[in-house]
């Protein structure tokens, strides 16, 4: 009897298993030059300790941040984009740095069913007390055809108002293609309203 009757046939020829053979060589191939460096005695020479300056200006006292929990209270719908109900999904930008994103499914344009309660569209963010919030959302219409996510099929801008609520136009450049108002809410975290 031969060594290759007793061995369990995987029924895969031995080209499946090159790639994990290959991906076992680079981490070890990793792993000895990581020892390799840290091994070696002439780290030193080529570092020298750089001393650090300290420049005295005179410090101008900076406006105290706060921070703003920022709710989506709801979403009026104008147009969803398609006949029936849709699926969509919304990113929230607060002054240029990533805020929250949320997927709001069977969005409808119907009267009587054309106000969407969002849950769980809630974010943190710190700003200077009394600075403006330039708010940004973008929406991507949901498409069992579309394999990339692509150009916003929405896009819409505004500020958060001083009072801590604000309604900002969501459309597409044709509003029958989607068309939307999102209404913000914003409070202090201690529990004081947002201004």
Known sequence: ???????????????????AILTGAAALIAALTTVYVNVRGDKASHSQQATP??????????????????????????????????????????????????????????????????????????????????????GWRGSRLRLAQGEPDVRGEGWLSAAGASAIKVQAEKPEAGAFVFYFSAIRVDGERGD
Do not use: C, Y
Request: glycine residues 8%.
């Open 1 to 19: 009897m031969a060594d290759n009757d007793n061995k369990p046939s995987t029924g895969k020829p031995i080209v499946h298993v090159v790639p």
């Open 53 to 138: 300056t300290v420049a005295s200006a005179p410090r101008t006292a900076a406006p105290a941040a706060v921070t703003l929990r920022l709710r989506v209270d709801r979403i009026a719908v104008q147009h969803d984009g398609s006949i029936g109900t849709t699926d969509w999904r919304f990113a929230v930008t607060a002054d240029g740095q990533p805020l929250l994103v949320f997927a709001q499914d069977a969005l409808d344009e119907t009267g009587g069913r054309n106000v969407a309660l969002p849950v769980d569209a809630t974010g943190d963010i710190q700003v200077a007390k009394g600075k403006p919030v330039k708010l940004s959302i973008e």
